[in-house]
């Protein structure tokens, strides 16, 4: 439980950093160095001009974020045991 709230937190602070790299650019970043933000754990995926995914992985744990979901929706949601 504790590796998925820790990268439900990781994914979720990447999002925020590829959001506002879009406010400031006006476009997505091509990857999470264009972002300024490296993960060993997170691979971004664009999957359109407007749309992102971000795949976490760690200890057996994945976790996916599409963009199009509310980012307070997803770092909310609650594990189940």
């Given at each position: 439980a504790r590796t998925e709230d820790d990268l439900r937190?990781?994914?979720s602070a990447l999002a925020t950093?590829?959001?506002d790299f879009r406010?400031?650019?006006g476009?997505?970043?091509?990857s999470l160095d264009d972002a300024g933000a490296p993960s060993q754990t997170v691979r971004y995926e664009q999957l359109d001009g407007s749309t992102y995914m971000l795949t976490g992985a760690d200890n057996g744990v994945t976790l996916i974020?599409?963009?199009?979901t509310?980012?307070?929706?997803?770092?909310?949601l609650e594990h189940t045991p």
């Open positions: 937190m990781t994914v950093q590829i959001n406010l400031a650019k476009r997505l970043p091509v974020y599409k963009s199009n509310p980012l307070a929706e997803f770092s909310a």
